[in-house]
């Protein structure tokens, strides 16, 4: 299968400290590639990179071909950012309906995709009134406009009730059968089986890089949680000589 | 640049204006209710009240257009609506003039609520017509979008933004002849005035009030207002970055 992004060394510095420490790392095309690590490992950080928003110091970040933050992906690649980027001051209609056209689409697709997050019966609500879960799904509805080859998602599920969390992770998987690329991140562990592939980072480093299925297979444990912490340990004694010479 | 995706973005802006009650009321009142204020000050109707009240009228949708983009443009940085629209099809300029179209449709009407309050209710008189005064105010809120949107890029916080008011309003206002005639300043105050938009502005009123037919000097100053305004909105473009550390 073809990468639909492709991140080789990525190394990136935020308010002059290493966030990144050269990441490499792929997602092939048409999967739902879950970004997991707990706060402050620079999920937010590599997301930024990935929708070319972000400077960064060495490395490069491919997304269908074309360089991260190129001019062609502009339509391409839908991104929600972790904080809910929409205006508080507009219904969550006129919101929708105002990214939709910026990708050239009329009022009938900003329908859908507001159906499409379960939020019609609140189209007509300001943004501002509605609950933080509800506001992530406004956010959500702007990306998923014109169906993008490619879904940044940074924390979509935080906040969510249980019943629509699942709605959302079946949504997220019937856009990737339909040909979408998803990256979604989360400190969540429990939605790390969810994914077709997995991403671990902590301290700014890949910790794993595989299928969930491949991962449990590894380290013999069903619990991802587990697989993840028995992971980490191991790389811990591998690095801990090198640390200490430097 | 697409004229579909400026339109969209005017059109954006003033919705969200409009599901802000309170501001559009404080826009349509205030300048009317200053320049009443100023009627009563110079008591009542009179050559004093002419002068200042028709330089008013082009520094009220000046210095609260300025104020009004300066927040909105901080708004969309800090609430992270500008780094989103920045990873979409829309263009920088695109968002600039959609700003600097919709907030000059707000200052047109603004200004034709303070012009009209000026001449039918509180008795200005000026030799030039009503109409261009309305002209010249909308190209002064152009002027005021425009730096807004440039000095916001400088601010990180609303306390920073209402900051520049002193910064880059007053001077403008001290030196436009408004306070002292410009011809009685000394040579170097001059210079500066010479360089503030302002002082073009308010030279161009002036014009109105003296003479009953545009002149050439009016239409030269206008043209000096409206070529800062599009060069504060492309140093403005210059300071929006799709990239950010």
């Known amino acids: ?246 | 640049m697409s004229v579909r995706i400026t339109l969209a973005t005017a059109g954006r802006i003033l919705r969200q204006l409009r599901h802000d009650r309170r501001t559009v009321a404080l826009l349509l009142v205030v300048p009317a209710a200053l320049l009443s204020l100023l009627y009563f000050m110079y008591d009542n109707a009179g050559p004093t009240f002419d002068r200042i009240a028709l330089i008013m009228l082009g520094v009220f949708p000046f210095v609260i257009m300025f104020l009004v983009t300066s927040i909105a443009m901080l708004r969309e940085r800090t609430t992270g609506t500008l780094e989103r629209l920045l990873t979409t099809p829309l263009a920088k300029l695109d968002l600039l003039f959609g700003y600097g179209l919709a907030f000059s449709l707000a200052a047109a009407v603004q200004a034709s609520v303070a012009v009209g309050a000026a001449y039918w209710l509180l008795g200005l008189s000026t030799n030039g017509g009503a109409g261009i005064v309305v002209v010249i105010a909308v190209v002064n809120a152009v002027l005021g979008v425009a730096l807004g949107l440039f000095c916001s890029a400088f601010a990180h916080t609303e306390f920073q933004a209402v900051q520049f008011l002193p910064v880059v309003v007053v001077p403008q206002l001290l030196l436009c002849g408004l306070f002292v005639p410009r011809g009685q300043m000394s040579g170097w105050l001059q210079g500066v005035s010479d360089a503030l938009p302002l002082s073009y502005a308010v030279e161009a009123l002036m014009q109105v009030g003296a003479h009953p037919n545009p002149t050439m000097t009016m239409w030269r100053d206008l043209l000096v207002v409206a070529g800062a305004a599009v060069l504060a909105l492309v140093m403005a473009a210059a300071t929006l970055r799709r990239r950010t550390g």
């Open chain 1, 1 to 246: 299968m073809e990468d639909a992004i492709q991140v080789r060394d990525l190394v990136v510095d935020r308010g002059g400290r290493r966030v990144l420490h050269g990441i490499s790392c792929a997602v092939p095309a048409g999967c739902v590639a879950g970004l997991l690590g707990p706060s402050g490992s620079g999920k937010t950080t590599l997301i930024r990179a990935v929708v070319g928003v972000q400077i960064v110091v060495s490395g490069t970040v491919t997304v269908l071909g074309r360089a991260a933050g190129a001019a062609e992906l502009r339509h391409a690649v839908g991104y929600v950012t972790q904080a809910p980027s929409v205006y508080a001051d507009l219904s969550v209609r006129e919101n929708v309906r105002y990214f939709a056209a910026l990708h050239g689409l009329g009022a009938a697709e900003a329908g859908r995709a507001i159906d499409d997050v379960g939020l019609k019966p609140a189209a007509s609500q300001l943004v501002g009134n509605l609950s933080g879960g509800q506001r992530s799904r406004a956010s959500l509805a702007c990306a998923m406009l014109g169906r993008p080859g490619v879904l940044v998602l940074d924390e979509p599920t935080v906040g969510q009730d249980p019943v629509l969390r699942a709605d959302l992770w079946g949504k997220f998987h019937d856009l990737a059968d339909a040909g979408t690329t998803l990256l979604v991140s989360s400190h969540v562990m429990d939605e790390a089986g969810r994914c077709d592939r997995l991403l671990l980072i902590r301290e700014g480093r890949l910790v794993a890089d595989d299928t969930p299925a491949a991962i449990r297979a590894a380290t013999a444990t069903d619990d991802l949680e587990a697989a993840f912490l028995q992971m980490i340990r191991e790389q811990e004694t591998e690095h801990a000589p090198q640390e200490a010479t430097r």
